[in-house]
């Protein structure tokens, strides 16, 4: 069993874990939007502040890495849009963009350190800061020209959610601490790592908790193809820009899972709010949890990770 | 010594505030911790337990020791509470709180200064056990049978209860061997990981400065018994029965940590006075966090 794959046994536990924990109704459906509330305002800001903060990125290929990663997406958005003329229903359109588009990286956080080591971890938690805003503008663009309104979406509220995301207010604090050789040690980075070690086990637990099986039978033929678009031609992707850039060992292993991780289940509440095909996106973020765990091992090995 | 102490327990004690500060500027208001409440009680303390009892080695020179100091620490603190509340001449439903908050103390404070203090690999299990059965065990059964309920309800409502389900399954997959299957408890570790820091948070986000509001003689006495009293019969129990350094101070913690926040839990079940209950916890919370560094140094040093 190699490394990832060792990684990934518990990770699927836990994400199963919070689906029986939904389904059978020991914590509720409606009790777990304070539970995704604390890990994304606060402990996921606080797990990527101590790593980003506290990782060496001396001798990581962090630039090629980073300009990789950020192009990767806007390949993806590209390719997504290549489809608009085969697909006439506008909120689906967005739903395939999105399921395209974005990823999940809590999942590869959970898998980063004891897969692929520290300097995994760290070339991970990088990947937030700019890729966050970007897909969320890219997305949201795209919701407001083919999404389904009454009224005009309110662009001013998305800036301002974007620009107070404390996902990447959380990666900034870490860089400028980093940087600066700041909160490196002591009371504020001691206290940051054991808010942070909560937030994995939290959000695995919220994924499984959202995954709905039923939306599996929402519109097959394009959830088969935002699916393939996100399994298969986004670590294609990854894997040809990380070539072309030079990045290599674990830096490429990383990007590669990067393209290969699921759907992010903040998609579906941008799709509800936005006008997108909800329950499309709930079928895609429920196909591409399931069937990541094949896809990562496979594209990491062909990685050779 | 000073600087190890401070740099457990400042951490620790910050993200309670840190939990307190999310509720009450409204970044995460009292309705939304509902939900985080249920994950503690049912998922993610159970799960604490099971793994932290499960992986336990009972059979280690000191652990039969560390339980025997934890049954009497135990049995000794129910007894205090129910003289107390006999001396303050208490209601049956006063008692009750004063008898759990006295009795059951918190357990993952604990762990999390221990494990700061002495690595992540603290035979704290020993300690544990004892205290969470016969703690919980003492408060249900007092809010139970405060509130008429029988001791058929609180049999009941122990037998479903899933931190006592968590330590009776941890004790059975210890002695199966369960916890050589990495299939098994891989994912409850990882579960267990965040445990830790969502409880204190939690635990933050449910203070109750409200609650101190009244009834100060049963809220001092409860202040009076978890951070003063208990402590040093803790210690003085680690230095009877020979107990020095690390599993002296073990004990210390334990006799010092605040109430443990699932008693609230337990009185608004039985509808056993959970307001008092709530004062009770938060003024323990800050009672300790005065009394606990000193109570630890002093279990170092002796």
């Given at each position: 069993m190699n490394a990832l794959t060792a990684a990934l046994i518990p990770v699927f536990g836990v994400i199963m874990l919070g689906w029986v924990l939904r389904r059978s109704n020991l914590v509720r459906a409606e009790l777990w939007g304070g539970i995704n509330r604390l890990s994304y305002q606060a402990l996921l800001p606080a797990l990527l502040f101590s790593t980003i903060a506290t990782a060496d990125y001396d001798g990581l290929p962090a630039g090629p890495f980073l300009i990789a990663v950020t192009l990767g997406f806007v390949v993806m958005a590209i390719v997504s849009m290549a489809f608009k003329p085969l697909i006439h229903d506008g909120p689906a359109f967005t739903s395939l963009f999105q399921g395209g588009v974005r990823w999940n990286g809590f999942v590869l956080l959970a898998l980063a350190a004891p897969a692929f080591g520290a300097e995994g971890a760290a070339l991970a938690a990088l990947v937030f800061a700019p890729t966050v805003p970007l897909i969320n503008v890219m997305c949201v663009a795209v919701l407001s020209i083919w999404g389904a309104h009454d009224e005009p979406p309110d662009f001013a509220r998305v800036a301002r959610r974007i620009a107070a995301n404390p996902l990447i207010l959380g990666c900034l604090a870490g860089l400028a601490a980093n940087v600066s050789g700041v909160f490196q040690d002591g009371f504020i980075a001691d206290t940051a790592a054991l808010v942070g070690r909560a937030a994995l086990p939290l959000i695995l637990l919220t994924i499984g908790a959202g995954?709905?099986?039923?939306?599996?039978?929402?519109?097959p033929g394009i959830l088969t193809l935002a699916v393939a678009l996100k399994l298969i031609a986004a670590p294609l992707a990854f894997y040809a820009l990380g070539l072309a850039f030079g990045v290599e060992g674990v830096a490429l292993a990383v990007l590669v899972a990067v393209g290969a991780t699921p759907g992010a289940a903040a998609s579906y509440v941008l799709a509800s709010e936005m006008g997108g095909d909800a329950r499309l996106m709930a079928g895609h973020v429920t196909a591409t949890t399931l069937l990541a765990f094949i896809a990562m091992p496979f594209w990491v090995w062909m990685a050779g990770g | 010594m000073s600087m190890l102490i401070a740099s457990a327990f400042a951490p620790v004690f910050a993200m309670i505030a840190l939990g307190w500060g999310v509720r009450a500027s409204g970044l995460?208001?009292?309705?939304?911790?509902g939900g985080v409440n249920a994950l503690n009680h049912r998922v993610l303390l159970p799960a604490f337990l099971f793994v932290l009892i499960a992986r336990a080695e009972f059979g280690e020179a000191g652990a039969a020791t560390l339980a025997g100091a934890s049954t009497l620490g135990s049995l000794i603190m129910i007894a205090l509470g129910f003289a107390a509340a006999r001396l303050l001449r208490l209601k049956a439903a006063e008692t009750a709180g004063l008898v759990a908050v006295a009795a059951l103390w918190n357990l993952v404070l604990t762990m999390a200064l221990a494990q700061r203090l002495f690595g992540p690999d603290t035979a704290g299990a020993a300690v544990v056990l004892p205290g969470v059965l016969l703690g919980a065990g003492a408060a249900v059964a007092g809010f139970a049978i405060s509130q008429g309920a029988g001791p058929q309800a609180a049999l009941m409502r122990m037998a479903r209860d899933p931190v006592l389900i968590a330590c009776v399954a941890g004790v059975a997959a210890n002695v199966a061997g369960l916890a050589r299957l990495p299939a098994l408890l891989t994912p409850l570790e990882l579960t267990a990981a965040g445990s830790m820091a969502v409880i204190l948070l939690a635990m933050g986000a449910g203070l109750?400065?409200?609650?101190?509001?009244?009834r100060l003689r049963a809220l001092a006495a409860a202040a009076l018994l978890r951070s003063l009293i208990s402590p040093a019969i803790y210690l003085g129990l680690a230095l009877g029965f020979g107990l020095r350094g690390e599993e002296a101070a073990l004990l210390a913690l334990a006799g010092g940590a605040p109430a443990a926040a699932v008693t609230y839990a337990f009185a608004a079940d039985f509808k056993c006075e959970p307001g008092l209950v709530a004062g009770m916890i938060t003024l323990t919370v800050l009672t300790s966090a005065l009394t606990l560094p000193l109570v630890t140094a002093l279990a170092l040093m002796v």
């Open positions: 995954l709905d099986f039923s939306a599996l039978r929402a519109r | 995460m208001g009292r309705d939304l911790w109750d400065f409200a609650a101190l509001k009244g």
